[in-house]
């Protein structure tokens, strides 16, 4: 469900790996160009898809006999969504969040926005998240992840449907801890991003990179993640993909804040989801409600903000804890 770069390459690769799948799009044209080219140009340039892959408009077409339910739309459209899909999921369905980002206002995961737009168990709700920059995916280039789901049968079902030869899904019982290393990997993307568009070295990226970990894992640990999690593909796995690739549109809203776009202008400019620059405040929210520092994540939302001068961004690192490792 979405249709975007992230929603049709995991239907390439479920497509791949020889089941049968129909990826729903907002666009009748993107649908279209799906059936007839074999592309999504708009978002997978110079990708050919599987002629098995099938596209409509129609959201009852799209999820009629589904068995499971990818779902690939801006966190912020989630559940208006799901208020309207929900008629047409079938029984006993799994659904998937691929999505990497918290509900403003709420400040919920995505599964729990799932179970409230639904009303269907959280044991149907499943996650998958990890290194997974589609386009190098779409060329097929190995890269694994992992998925989440409270029932472990459903689990391993989604981890089967979406593995192919290049894509390896990996499964745990940590819904918490890796729905929230991708929220919040993003966040530290963008940090990173900002002092490349400064012109910053390899130190203060380390430097980010590291301390960010143990931000994100701070506050993962405290909403019931396990601490592992956020140090395999979920957390540290990603927080690696994004932060070192152009192809992040995380990283790359951050390197324009870092050259000294406004967020107006970064959010005119980036035509794709770029999820960090909305989960910024819930995170931080919750942070505050709960006493954990997160001084990366401050700055990132002060430089979005314009409270602060990018040029003055990586300066208080020190602030994030005390104890340089953390037992
Ligand atoms: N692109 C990537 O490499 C990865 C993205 N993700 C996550 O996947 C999610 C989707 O991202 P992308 O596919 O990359 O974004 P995208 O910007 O490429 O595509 C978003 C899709 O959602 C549709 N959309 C936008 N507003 C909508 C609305 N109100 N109702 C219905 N559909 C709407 C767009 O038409 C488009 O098809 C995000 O949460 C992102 O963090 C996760 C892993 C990798
Ligand atoms: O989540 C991603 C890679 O794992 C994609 O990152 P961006 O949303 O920053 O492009």
Redesign the pocket.
Known sequence: M??????T?IAKVIADGGCDVMLY???EE?AQEINESHRNGD?LPGIQLPPGLFATSDVATALQGAEQIYL????Q?LR??LEVWREFIPKGATLVS????LEQGSGLRMSQVMVEATGLPIEQMAVV?GP???LEIAKGEPAASVCACPDVERANEVARTCSSDYFTVFTNHDLIGTELG?VLK?LIAVAIGIVNGLGYGQNTKASIMTRGLAEITKFAVAHGARRRTLFGLAGLGDLIATSESS?S?NFRAGEMLGRGYTKKEVLKRLL??A?GLSSVAPVLKIAAEKGIEMPIVTQVSDVIEGRMRAGDFGRQLNLADDVEVES
């Open positions: 979405g249709a975007g770069s992230w929603g390459t799009s907002r666009r993107v978002y690939a739309v801006p966190a459209t208006e969504n691929l999505i990497k980002g998240s997974n920059l589609a991708g993003n192809l549109r794709q989801t999820e």
